[in-house]
């Protein structure tokens, strides 16, 4: 494995590729799937309590269908729709009238529809608890409303015009048969069963309480004002004509009761059909209206007619008149018919109409005609003897008072008997039945609209969170950005992956994962410090110091340090590793050995210097046993590995590296080690890697990809510079592997997998 910074990644970022941006975004969702799974859950568990939340929505349906207006009663002699063209009524008039309060204020009384039970006791809580929540229920008889305590009846609750849309607390009192009703200024006692009449501030109330839940159990009350009663009837009612110029109406409505949706619907229709009818036979009533006040006028003016005639006979006897007169008399005595008929129709007609209405219009052109006609007979009859004149004159008004009065009357009974049977123009085809079957809420596209929008917000999450949180991932932008080289990618091992899942004590890459590519790229890691490492160490002493650390807690820093070692030692080199991070370290987890008798041991001993000439301490008290060099250095049981674990806890580590101690170990453990790896803190959470760094050769830095924060790397490459101190390379550990990872390896065989 190369550890060339430029042969890390298969193809260079450019961060002006849009492709390559969107490729970044998709494996920044993927590697963020535990948080979209997490909100996706979450928004399902929502969807869930949401739907229990919700109580069920039933509907019931019905059909009507409005035939064409049925025709105008014959009267007057003749049908008025001879005169007026019968015009269908429009459905999609009808729907909107519907709607009106005209047709839902009868139901609103009939049901108590303006009377509105709730119950506080019932919270949110409960109502997912319970998944569903009772409903009041109106009927004709009341309004009844069950809770936990009992039940609530109510048949009467009529308040004053100030007391509308406002709510009363309604409560049984000393758990017997009295109640108080209460709004917050005014309380009004009164007994279980019996009709009461309160005088308030604001006006009167009337109010019958059949029935309260006992144990105190108060019930809110509410009486609403007309316009919002239809209102919210019309808002869970729908009207719709079913295709085009069919006439069928259908007339659907929802709610939280299926029998008390059919009951409410039922009697919209009822009310409308009754609404229709009305309308229907209002021309009609009309018509008999004026019939009955013009019927005892045409009896009067007959009798009057038939008593002037009676009293000329008796004068002047019989008298005979030629043909041509009698013709005359025949035909005016038509025309006058005409003329009376045509002015009833035409006294009808201005009910309806103005007098420049088409039809009205027609009727006065057609009295011009005859009124002409009338003075044409007259001025005939004039040029006859005065008597005879006179004869035709009394017997023409008795004959023509005598037709109008009989055709008036004889209209006027059957206009009666059609009106007893007389329809409206709308025919009932369904009435709502109960069906039981809920429409709302939809559970399974509740759940599954929930869980998209938690994936969708998990998704943002992860996005934003890659967008704000920029990790390192890719070699050649970290060279870039702190101008070091990235001397080795090591991949995730597996294997120890799924050790640390378990819990298993740490353990090395040669014994647990030898055939691993994170084995294999910790070699080519040795193999670059080898080639890049002075022949000497440092003024000419024979061990080379390597010092390990990162720019914050949890990079790999001890995986790196203690794998780094075993591959030194592999090469028959004597190597030490040195636990320096005295706060947190854990490399004897590594080993399998104890933390105690280690290096802050070793520093805290200020009665304690090293020879340069000999291996052994010399003591300046009597404390020489604990002073010797060998007491503080353990062997690990691997062959050419010697371990320094980090030792007690001291109060401050920095300043046991800084006061001369240290300078004195690392001069004696020269003499003796072909490799020393010092694993250090890291830098941002403490000064202890600066101090460290003046004793190594090499300084490296470990980083986790896709975890590791960008700006804290490039932070601490900075720190370590204006300490006067090289960073000498940079270790990316943890390189994922996969389709997840935009960085990734593509390697087609691992050692020791070869048959």
Do not use: C
Request: hydrophobic letters at 40%; a neutral charge.
């Amino acid at each position: 494995m190369t550890t060339d910074s430029k042969n890390v990644s298969n193809s260079p970022v450019k961060e002006d590729n849009d492709e390559i941006d969107l490729m970044a975004l998709l494996f920044a969702i993927l590697r963020g799937w535990k948080t979209i799974v997490f909100f996706a859950v979450l928004g399902l568990i929502i969807g869930i309590l949401y739907s229990r939340y919700v109580n069920p929505t039933f509907k019931s349906d019905a059909l009507i269908q409005i035939d064409q207006k049925s025709q105008s009663i014959s009267a007057l002699g003749s049908n008025i729709s001879d005169l007026v063209s019968a015009e269908s009524s429009k459905a999609q008039t009808e729907t909107e009238l519907i709607k009106s309060r005209m047709v839902l204020k009868p139901v609103v009384d009939l049901l108590h529809l303006d009377i509105r039970l709730s119950d506080p006791a019932v919270g949110k809580f409960d109502r997912i608890k319970s998944n569903t929540t009772t409903v009041q229920v109106n009927i004709p008889e009341g309004v009844t409303l069950k809770t936990s305590d009992g039940q609530v009846q109510i048949s009467q609750f009529n308040v004053s015009k100030a007391y509308l849309n406002r709510s009363f607390t309604l409560v049984r009192s000393n758990k017997s048969d009295g109640f108080l009703l209460s709004n917050g200024f005014d309380d009004f006692k009164g007994q279980i069963g019996q009709a009461h009449v309160f005088k308030g501030v604001d006006g009167i109330i009337e109010i019958t309480v059949n029935d309260l839940p006992v144990n105190d159990h108060g019930i809110n009350i509410v009486k609403l004002s007309l316009q919002n009663a239809t209102e919210s009837i019309k808002s869970a009612l729908s009207v719709v004509e079913k295709g085009q110029q069919t006439g069928i109406v259908e007339l659907s409505m929802t709610g939280n009761s299926q029998e008390q949706v059919s009951l409410v619907l039922k009697e919209i229709i009822l009310s409308y059909i009754a609404q229709n009818e009305s309308r229907g036979s209002e021309e009609t009533t009309r018509t008999l209206s004026f019939m009955e006040s013009q019927i005892p006028i045409l009896k009067q003016k007959l009798e009057a007619s038939q008593v002037v005639f009676n009293r000329f006979r008796e004068k002047y006897g019989t008298i005979d008149i030629g043909q041509e007169a009698a013709l005359l008399v025949g035909e005016k005595s038509q025309i006058d018919s005409q003329l009376n008929e045509l002015k009833l129709k035409k006294a009808d007609l201005t009910t309806y109409y103005t007098e420049e209405h088409p039809l009205v219009i027609q009727i006065n052109d057609q009295l011009k005609v005859l009124n002409n006609r009338k003075q044409e007979i007259n001025s005939k009859v004039a040029g006859l003897p005065e008597v005879q004149r006179e004869f035709l004159q009394r017997s023409e008004d008795v004959e023509i008072n005598k037709e109008i009065y009989l055709t008036m009357l004889k209209n006027y009974q059957q206009l009666k008997i059609v009106k007893a049977g007389e329809v409206g123009y709308v025919r009932i085809i369904d009435l709502p039945i109960n069906t039981y079957r809920t429409i709302a809420p939809k559970k399974l596209l509740i759940w599954v609209l929930a869980t998209l929008l938690g994936t969708m917000l998990g998704t943002m999450l992860v996005l934003v969170k890659n967008m704000l949180r920029n990790v390192v991932k890719d070699p050649e932008r970290l060279e870039a950005k702190t101008g070091v080289p990235v001397i080795a990618t090591i991949p995730r091992s597996p294997v120890l992956t799924r050790f640390s899942k378990k819990k298993s004590p740490n353990r090395l890459l040669a014994y647990a994962d030898n055939n691993s590519l994170s084995y294999e790229a910790i070699k080519s890691l040795r193999t670059n410090l080898m080639f890049g490492m002075p022949s000497q160490g440092r003024a000419g002493q024979r061990a080379k110091v390597i010092l390990i650390t990162g720019e914050s807690p949890g990079v790999g820093k001890s995986f790196i340090s203690s794998n780094l070692t075993e591959v030194f030692a592999q090469l028959d080199k004597k190597t030490l590793i040195i636990d320096a991070d005295m706060r947190l370290g854990e490399l004897h987890k590594v080993f399998n050995m104890d933390q105690h008798n280690g290096l802050a041991d070793y520093l805290t001993q200020d009665t304690t210097h090293l020879s340069r000439d000999t291996t052994q301490l010399v003591k300046v008290d009597a404390v020489q046993e604990s002073g010797h060099l060998a007491s503080f250095i353990h062997p690990t049981g691997i062959d050419n590995i010697d371990f320094m674990p980090r030792g007690q806890h001291p109060r401050n580590p920095a300043s046991l590296l800084a006061n001369g101690s240290f300078d004195h170990l690392m001069t004696e453990l020269n003499l003796h080690y072909d490799y020393i790896i010092i694993d250090s803190p890291p830098i941002l959470a403490a000064s202890d890697a600066m101090i460290l760094a003046q004793h190594a050769d090499k300084v490296l830095m470990v980083t986790r990809y896709d975890d590791s924060i960008e700006g804290q790397l490039v932070y601490a490459v900075n720190q370590m510079n204006k300490a006067n101190i090289q960073v000498d390379g940079i270790i990316l550990n943890d390189v994922q592997q996969g389709i997840m990872s935009k960085y990734s390896y593509h390697y087609s065989y691992a050692y020791g997998n070869n048959q």
